[in-house]
């Protein structure tokens, strides 16, 4: 596989970055992660807006412009052979030249860039988005600013984990009695024709998916609501459902003990997946 680093493409065995990192030594890094279907990407445009967002709330600079993260990712894309598959990005803060809780001078510290491609062939075909999923419900213990998308990603890891164990596939975090949303994914449910998700604040990551979902499903003439709801209610929920860049949008169909509806994915989220894959491939660049 051929990786980009710090503005070169390189085979991904020769691709090294300083021990001094602050992405390694402290989680000072922000990511993004584009979806490819038929070679091209979907929500782009969002993606490197929330980027420069996260860059921007924690003072670290774009070592890239727009134009040249598009061709790199085009690029990528390109020599990879990527058909369906996601592309990952990462930027943190560089490598100061010892470890120092400060920030490091931009001037005399670059950012480190990387990016590479993952191949994921049956991506939008996916036979789980047919089924469904089972989540677990777990405490949020996150920090308070969820909607920086850092790479601080140890808690929703361990949640992941407690799902496996569980025999889960997937774990919603839980804020004082409110689901805030998914180890890697915003949360939803459905009840009667309502789509309800919690509204936009620091509790939660913006979604790129999720904006696009709610956008189209307005078009359709579907009810949004956008407020919290407890975990009690997702669990009498009609359906429910999870939407991220690498899953689109996905059925939940157990919520711990509680079955939803007839155990299938129901009307509304199988909908939204369809369309949802319609109009992001059609915009698709
Ligand atoms: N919430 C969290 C915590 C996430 O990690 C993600 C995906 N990275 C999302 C929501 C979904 O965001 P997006 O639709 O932009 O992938």
């Not at 021990?19 to 030594?25: A, H, P």
């Not at 996916?126 to 996150?142: F, H, L, M, T, Y």
């Not at 939940?252 to 939204?272: E, H």
């Amino acid at each position: 596989r051929t990786v980009y680093l710090n503005g070169e493409y390189m085979p991904e065995t020769e691709a090294r970055v300083s021990v001094f990192d602050r992405g390694f030594l402290m989680a000072d890094g922000v990511y993004e992660v584009t979806s490819v279907l038929g070679g091209r990407l979907i929500d782009f445009d969002g993606h490197t807006v929330r980027l420069q967002r996260s860059l921007d709330e924690l003072e670290m600079r774009s070592p890239i412009s727009r134009e040249d993260l598009l061709e790199v990712h085009r690029e990528l894309v390109r020599v990879n052979e990527i058909d369906e598959g996601m592309i990952y990005l990462q930027i943190t803060r560089g490598a100061p030249g010892d470890r120092d809780f400060v920030f490091p001078d931009p001037e005399t510290t670059a950012p480190t860039i990387v990016l590479f491609t993952q191949n994921k062939p049956g991506l939008a075909d996916s036979p789980a988005a047919k089924k469904g999923i089972k989540v677990i419900s777990i405490d949020d213990i996150r920090w308070g600013r969820r909607d920086i998308k850092t790479v601080q990603l140890l808690y929703p890891s361990m949640g992941k984990m407690m799902a496996k164990k569980a025999g889960a596939d997937d774990a919603w975090m839980i804020e004082d009695g409110f689901v805030t949303e998914g180890t890697s994914n915003n949360a939803y449910i459905v009840k009667g024709n309502k789509i309800i998700t919690r509204a936009l604040s620091n509790d939660i990551l913006h979604g790129i998916t999720r904006a696009a979902v709610l956008r189209f499903a307005r078009e359709a003439q579907m009810e949004v609501e956008e407020r919290s709801f407890t975990l009690e209610e997702a669990r009498t929920a009609d359906e429910a459902f999870v939407t991220s860049a690498s899953t689109f949008v996905m059925p939940v169909v157990q919520i711990d003990d509680a079955v939803l509806g007839d155990g299938t994915p129901g009307r509304v989220a199988p909908r939204l997946r369809e369309i949802y894959l319609e109009e992001s491939v059609r915009a698709a660049v």
